[in-house]
């Protein structure tokens, strides 16, 4: 009531100016009218700039839900790479260590082989030489004891090859009369007691000295060449080991080699795929850093967008209520003046004319006066 009251003298206070000149009451209701209209469109205004707002809230709510749904989406897409990417670095690492360790292992191998190779081959070399000396020694007696005795042929005739003894004795004077050197007669001679020696342990023990010989009976010439044989057949098993030995160890490397450059080379793609990995991972944490930094921006905004249209809406709300209790306090108004309205002129000028006698010392200007007028007329 003290609203509605308050309302009407402010409503009153607005028109009065204008009610002295004309029929109050009249002048009244078209002001309350006109005052109506006025409430109505800014009402409607008001709705019309309310619901572009609530439009905007819409959009702007819409438009960061989906900026938010794009950043959730490529947050995990991302946090997916970067696992992935983690998966590739660990791996690459340790096939990198295990492809490290196979090249050690190969290079030691290869170095080892190498190693034994170059003694072997060291060895080869020293006895094939003292074989070859051996069998030139031997085919130079030979071909001096076949001169000799195509000389002298009675002379090598009473000699005596069926002991050592006179085995050594009749080489001995024999090469003598070659004229060998003082090396190649000690090389002769012992390469004769080496054999006769070897072919003693090969018989029974106890047989006669003589009888291990036997087999020389046929003389000094028969031994020298069974010697050379002998030597020739060695010459020939040893540059045999020698090839298969280099064979194998020529084998060996190239299978080394061969592996220890294919691990190289896959050892230097992991690598590269390694580095590529560990850069798509920083790229990828980059971005995710940068995408969480959006994402939290965006939910704050769209909580900023819900809070301050939640707040409009209500403010809106408020609003359209106190201008209805406005546009009905008016109608209440106006209702009340129209029913009113009989006889009203002739009573607001009476009392206009007895209230002008008693209150002149107090007005001063004519909106005081019609002030009175009005809420005496109310």
Wanted: some cysteine; charged content about 30%.
């Amino acid at each position: 009531m003290q609203h509605r009251n308050k309302l009407l003298f402010l409503v009153a206070a607005a028109v009065v100016p204008r009610v002295v000149c004309g029929n109050p009451l009249g002048k009244v209701i078209e002001l309350l009218d006109s005052l109506t209209a006025k409430i109505t469109k800014e009402g409607e205004e008001e709705a019309k700039a309310y619901a572009a707002f609530v439009e905007w809230c819409d959009d702007a709510a819409a438009n960061t839900g989906f900026a938010i749904k794009a950043a959730t989406a490529k947050k995990g897409k991302l946090e997916a790479t970067i696992g992935e990417e983690a998966g590739e670095i660990s791996a690459a690492g340790t096939k990198i260590e295990e492809l490290a360790g196979s090249i050690a292992t190969d290079e030691a191998d290869l170095t080892s082989a190498t190693s034994v190779r170059k003694k072997e081959a060291a060895d080869f070399t020293a006895s094939e030489a003292e074989l070859m000396d051996v069998i030139d020694t031997l085919g130079r007696a030979i071909t001096v004891i076949e001169r000799e005795t195509a000389k002298n042929p009675a002379a090598f005739a009473q000699t005596d090859t069926k002991t050592i003894t006179g085995l050594v004795k009749t080489l001995s004077t024999i090469v003598d009369a070659a004229s060998f050197s003082t090396q190649d007669k000690n090389k002769l001679l012992g390469l004769v007691q080496s054999r006769q020696a070897a072919d003693e342990d090969d018989d029974e023990p106890g047989a006669p000295a003589a009888a291990a010989y036997k087999s020389h009976s046929g003389g000094i010439l028969d031994v020298l060449e069974d010697l050379k044989e002998k030597a020739e057949e060695q010459l020939a098993t040893l540059r045999k080991a020698e090839t298969n030995a280099k064979h194998n160890y020529d084998m060996l490397k190239q299978s080394l080699e061969d592996h220890i450059a294919a691990d190289t080379k896959d050892m230097e793609e992991t690598k590269s795929a390694k580095a590529a990995a560990e850069e798509a991972k920083a790229t990828a944490e980059g971005e995710l850093a940068e995408t969480v930094k959006e994402l939290a921006n965006s939910k704050s905004v769209l909580e900023t967008v819900r809070s301050d249209c939640m707040q409009s809406a209500a403010d809106h709300e408020a609003t359209v209520k106190a201008r209805a209790e406005e546009l009905k306090v008016i109608a209440e108004a106006k209702k009340i003046l129209v029913e009113t309205a009989k006889g009203a002129v002739d009573q607001t000028y009476s009392f206009l004319q007895r209230h002008q006698q008693l209150t002149a010392s107090h007005l001063h200007t004519r909106t005081d006066l019609a002030n009175v007028e009005v809420l005496t007329l109310i």
